[in-house]
């Protein structure tokens, strides 16, 4: 019986990415990499597998450990899971390796995260972050740095003006909370529904934030989202929490000031605020990189204190001829109960994460990056195949002289080696066959510039009249390639 064939399909909520996007992104990796670097921060890779009780249940919209993520037993019966950020394996292995690391633990992380989530429109289930973090330190000077490095990391990118970084703090929310009479371990979970609620400000707007802290919502698919159930006076009171900013830093602790009156855990929030507003104005980063916004609360479980998000400014042109912003592209916060999970003692921690995917896309769509297929390598030919030492010969030359080169391993004759070299993008093919290896020369085409000549051209014969191939001395070749790709910069 015929086996029946597999449908070539992707998973959902997953992409294929090709060279030209995977060649701009390893050079913005490279930036950013080199900007973490350059403050201190060394490289280190967890796997992409945890178990999940050292994951946790800290993922925005999901309150238990099994929700959210990708997940199975391993041969030993334990579930272990794809990870769905870079710091809750941080927190496992500073728990694992506390008395071999420094007393401040600095360290970068780049790769893919998954989340069981519902895929959409920029929206995907794999997705790639670039973290760094501090691991070890209370200082509010850790915190500042953190704007610092996200500023930097932008400006390296080539979007000085093009960014705004937002900050508030956890524990100002905490004070509004206890205000208005909701505990944060009461075990109720209303306090996780109400942060949740707050961080879909930007995206549902102040209605439906307010559903959100009442009843619920239901979406444009039909999807309900259960609410907090909070009364109007107590809606009212964080509306009025999401309403306090304004453009002065020192304004806006003002104005959180007031609403917290009466809040150990609020006023203290106030301070660390009013403290890194003296960093930054040392730092040089004013509030129009740097703003106070009360309504930046990030949605993920862990964060304690400070929390960052960083967005884009600049409009671009969608699909739909529509204007539109990209939003958020890094954020984070610092999270000093995160490594109590593992040990009995409090670690404090701060750090950010830059989502790779949509600053690539935001950077391409400004023109500052690009993306289009990358040029291909040079193109030795094959006219003989008894002479195919003395063609391995040529491309090992050409590679020794560091030159990007390919050998013809099909079959085909000149004519569909010259489609193959177009497909390739080749900017140059060498070819040579016994008159050529007679005379120690090769016929050398610059591909580039005989692109559109070679569409009528069927025969080896009619190729050697165009003005885009010279003869030149095997000895010569390599140099000769050198000179066509310094002509188009490769």
Aim: hydrophobic share 40%; proline share 4%.
């Amino acid at each position: 019986m015929e086996e029946k064939k597999v449908a070539a399909r992707i998973a959902r909520g997953c992409r294929g990415i090709a060279a030209g996007e995977l060649m701009a992104r390893e050079a913005m990796i490279a930036k950013i990499s080199a900007i973490y670097r350059l403050y201190g921060f060394e490289p280190l890779m967890t796997p992409s597998m945890e178990y999940v009780d050292a994951l946790g249940k800290n993922l925005p919209e999901q309150s238990t450990p099994m929700a959210g993520i990708f997940a199975l037993k391993d041969d030993d019966d334990e579930w272990i899971a794809l990870r769905y950020d870079m710091t809750a394996p941080l927190a496992r292995y500073v728990a694992q390796n506390r008395q071999n690391l420094p007393a401040i633990f600095r360290r970068y992380a780049i790769g893919p995260v998954w989340r069981m989530e519902k895929p959409g429109p920029g929206r995907f289930r794999e997705f790639y972050q670039c973290d760094f973090d501090t691991v070890g330190s209370a200082s509010p000077a850790a915190d500042a740095e953190v704007c610092t490095i996200l500023a930097t990391a932008f400006s390296a990118l080539g979007l000085e003006n093009d960014f705004l970084i937002s900050v508030s703090n956890r524990k100002i929310l905490s004070g509004i909370l206890e205000t208005i009479g909701i505990k944060e371990d009461d075990g109720s979970g209303r306090h996780l529904t109400i942060l949740r609620a707050i961080d879909k400000l930007d995206r549902l707007g102040l209605s439906g934030v307010r559903l959100l802290l009442g009843p619920g919502r239901k979406d444009e698919s039909g999807d309900f989202t259960a609410g907090a159930h909070l009364d109007e006076s107590q809606i009212e009171q964080i509306c009025s929490f999401l309403s306090a900013g304004a453009e002065s830093r020192q304004e806006v602790c003002a104005n959180l000031e007031k609403l917290v009156e009466g809040s150990a855990i609020g006023l203290e929030g106030v301070a660390e605020l009013r403290q890194m507003d003296a960093l930054l104005e040392s730092a040089g980063l004013s509030s129009r990189v740097v703003r106070f916004d009360p309504a930046i609360v990030r949605g993920l479980a862990y964060y304690t204190g400070i929390v960052y998000e960083a967005t884009l400014t600049f409009e671009i042109t969608d699909e739909k001829g529509e204007k539109r912003q990209f939003g958020a592209v890094a954020g984070g916060g610092r999270y000093d109960g995160l490594l109590s999970r593992f040990t009995k003692e409090r670690v404090p921690a701060t750090g950010a994460s830059i989502g790779i995917d949509r600053l690539l896309s935001a950077l391409i769509a400004k023109g500052v990056a690009k993306n289009e297929p990358p040029a291909g390598p040079v193109l030795v030919t094959v006219m003989d195949k008894e002479a195919l030492p003395e063609y391995q010969k040529m491309v090992a030359e050409l590679r020794s002289s560091g030159i990007r080169s390919e050998l013809y391993l099909g079959t085909s004759g000149f004519r569909a080696q010259m489609k193959y070299a177009d497909k390739r993008r080749s900017p140059a093919i060498i070819v040579a066959g016994s008159d050529e290896f007679a005379a120690g020369t090769v016929s050398i085409k610059d591909m580039y510039l005989g692109t559109e000549l070679a569409k009528g051209i069927s025969s080896r014969e009619e190729w050697r009249e165009q003005p885009a191939q010279v003869t030149v001395a095997r000895s010569d070749m390599a140099a000769e390639i050198k000179k066509i790709l310094q002509r188009y910069e490769i």
